[in-house]
């Protein structure tokens, strides 16, 4: 005699991922048409549907998915729905760089960020505090009379230095540079802050677009790449060919290192979204900047940094 099977009706947790699917699916509309030759809203909607359908008999019939490929895919959607967040989020991302670099500017001595605030509507008390201190770096070049910034040499252009940075390599009472550094250059301050803009740009692209991304990430019940991560801040994995350094990391538009951790390698520790520069402090003192610019997250997959140095 035959054993009768009877359908299992899926679990509410299946309904949550079933529709968990749908909802970052619609979020990732251009994906979505790239993977399945949609071309309309329609077209990717009815793709959407057969997607979940076709997600719908898998769980009822009772096959089960293989954890690895469902993480994998996971993944994936991920990388899609912050690549989705970045592209709606590039020109917001200028018009931010545009009005803080007015802020750096100025010649007020009290610096107004409320416009800037209401505008980002996500953490950036770090990039208030690089901002303030690349004002007053502006500040000290106007009341020396010289018109020069301390700016580090990188590969896209000449970067300002915090004075914290400029008092390492810089003889103050001469302003001048020890033979052997030539990491560091005076820079037209005019010329060092159209150097700013564009790298202040990128790193707040990073730091809007995935604010959205964690937000709607969270919202389909996903980690968003956070992790155990302290609130808008991501785990990141360092590795150095230099053992027992220690890591600090800047953002790319203003070079003011933070320490990471120590030893390498590897280290951990956690990041504000945004576009950093790295740099190793040996055991010897001697201090190397790695040339790379490193996004964080770099994408809805977690990724170690390598550095070069």
């Known amino acids: 005699m035959s054993e009768t099977r009877y359908a299992t009706a899926p679990e509410p947790e299946e309904n949550r991922q079933l529709q968990r699917n749908a909802e970052l699916q619609a979020q990732v509309e251009k994906s979505a048409a790239t993977a399945s030759g949609a071309t309309t809203q329609g077209d990717i909607e009815a793709y959407a549907e057969r997607r979940r359908m076709h997600e719908k008999r898998q769980t009822t019939r009772g096959v089960a998915i293989d954890p690895y490929h469902a993480q994998e895919r996971e993944q994936a959607e991920a990388a899609n729905l912050l690549t989705y967040c970045l592209e709606r989020t590039r020109a917001f991302a200028d018009a931010a760089a545009d009005e803080l670099m007015s802020i750096i500017r100025s010649k007020s001595s009290e610096l107004d960020f409320e416009n800037i605030r209401e505008l980002m509507r996500t953490r950036i008390a770090d990039i208030e505090e690089n901002c303030v201190s690349l004002h007053q770096q502006v500040k000290r070049s106007r009341a020396r009379g010289d018109g020069f910034l301390v700016c580090a040499k990188r590969a896209r252009g000449y970067i300002p230095v915090s004075r914290q940075e400029e008092a390492l390599v810089v003889d103050d009472s001469k302003f001048e540079f020890p033979t052997a550094e030539r990491e560091y250059f005076t820079v037209e301050t005019e010329k060092a802050l159209d150097f700013v803009e564009p790298e202040l740009a990128d790193f707040l692209h990073r730091r809007v677009a995935t604010s959205e991304y964690v937000s709607l990430a969270q919202r389909m019940g996903m980690a ?19 053992a027992g350094a220690r890591v600090s990391y800047s953002p790319c538009y203003f070079v003011n290192y933070t320490v990471l951790a120590s030893p390498t390698s590897p280290v951990y520790g956690y990041i504000p979204p945004g576009r950093y520069i790295f740099m190793v402090t040996t055991k010897a003192h001697l201090k190397h900047s790695d040339p790379g610019e490193f996004d964080i997250p770099p994408s809805g997959i977690q990724q170690p940094i390598d550095l070069t140095v």
Do not use: D, K, Y
């Open 224 to 242: 968003g790449g956070t992790g155990a991560a302290p609130p808008n801040t991501f785990q990141i994995m360092v590795n150095s060919p230099s």
